[in-house]
């Protein structure tokens, strides 16, 4: 598995985002893709939940935007193994340099064309529960992206303009809306520029921080696009147990004390530089 250069976390600081080749090999990425299909069909290899919880996983969103899985890993052991992979948290653990590394949530999303943009926010407006910022996604595309199937598209820089509010609308986003909230969090001194687009072939992908501000554009194409993240927690995250009350699966923090790290049964631990962890 690849290993990130200083060069990667140098280019990780300044833009708050790297892009990075080759994250999962075609026979990860046919893994994947086959989990995709049996979460949509209801089918669960390994299904972690409590068992007074387990129910068919409902996607957030519409048909018309993405189908936006959450934590598929707990419900598929394919996508554990991916998810738990030593070597993606290294990578994870690298570019936040942080000794450790947990996994917080992963993301299946499946975005048939032609639709509707997904607006552009912040990750951590949705991990409140963390005392810190130190957390970081990585996107991988597992079709060959191109701009007309609306692949991840970045703001540069937009990691240092601090926490902003999320948008009204995440997930069935439109021309008008698409931007709000970054016009919120733009600062005066900010001209809006270029934006990154992660136009890479299927196993590619971003490693981004959770302040980057990032959407997608409509797939405009009759294709689905496909595309599955991963979100990770580093050392200085802690829970604040006072601000659970509001997400989507308060179950996942079970066993973790106010002030703990974010690691337990659901959010283990995936990589640690120090070998008696
Ligand atoms: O796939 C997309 O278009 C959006 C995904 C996203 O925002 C995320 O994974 O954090």
């Given at each position: 598995m690849h290993a990130i250069t200083t060069d990667e976390v140098a280019r990780f600081e300044r833009d708050g985002f790297v892009v990075v080749q080759d994250i999962l090999d075609a026979a990860h990425v046919t893994r994947v893709l086959a989990a995709m299909d049996r979460v949509h069909r209801g089918e669960y290899t390994l299904d972690r939940r409590p068992v007074n919880l387990r129910k068919p996983l409902a996607h957030l969103g519409r048909g018309d935007s993405i189908r936006w899985y959450l934590n598929a890993r707990i419900l598929d052991r394919d996508l554990w193994s991916i998810a738990t992979h030593p070597g993606l948290g290294a990578m994870a653990a690298a570019l936040l340099r942080t000794p450790s590394i947990s996994?917080?949530?992963?993301?299946?999303?499946?975005?048939?064309?032609?639709?509707?943009?997904?607006?552009?926010?912040?990750?951590?407006?949705?991990?409140?529960?963390?005392?810190?910022?130190?957390?970081?996604?990585?996107?991988?595309?597992?079709?060959?992206?191109?701009?007309?199937?609306?692949?991840?598209?970045?703001?540069?820089?937009?990691?240092?303009?601090?926490?902003?509010?999320?948008?009204?609308?995440?997930?069935?986003?439109?021309?008008?809306?698409?931007?709000?909230?970054?016009?919120?969090?733009?600062?005066?001194?900010?001209?809006?520029?270029?934006?990154?687009?992660?136009?890479?072939?299927?196993?590619?992908?971003?490693?981004?921080?959770?302040?980057?501000?990032?959407?997608?554009?409509?797939?405009?194409?009759?294709?689905?696009?496909?595309?599955?993240?991963?979100?990770?927690?580093?050392?200085?995250?802690?829970?604040?147990?006072?601000?659970?009350?509001?997400?989507?699966?308060?179950?996942?923090?079970?066993g973790i004390p106010n002030g703990g790290r974010v690691i337990n049964k659901y959010m283990p631990l995936v990589y640690s530089s120090r070998t008696s962890e």
């Open positions: 996994i917080v949530e992963d993301q299946l999303l499946d975005k048939p064309g032609p639709g509707l943009p997904c607006n552009f926010h912040q990750d951590y407006g949705y991990w409140l529960f963390s005392t810190s910022t130190q957390m970081i996604t990585c996107w991988i595309a597992l079709v060959d992206m191109t701009l007309e199937l609306g692949p991840l598209q970045l703001i540069p820089g937009s990691h240092r303009w601090g926490h902003a509010s999320n948008p009204k609308e995440l997930i069935a986003g439109s021309e008008d809306t698409w931007m709000e909230a970054v016009e919120r969090a733009r600062p005066a001194t900010e001209p809006a520029g270029e934006l990154a687009s992660v136009c890479v072939r299927a196993g590619s992908g971003v490693f981004l921080h959770c302040l980057t501000f990032h959407g997608s554009p409509a797939n405009q194409s009759t294709n689905c696009r496909r595309a599955f993240s991963l979100h990770w927690a580093g050392e200085d995250c802690k829970v604040d147990r006072l601000k659970l009350a509001d997400y989507t699966y308060p179950y996942f923090f079970a």
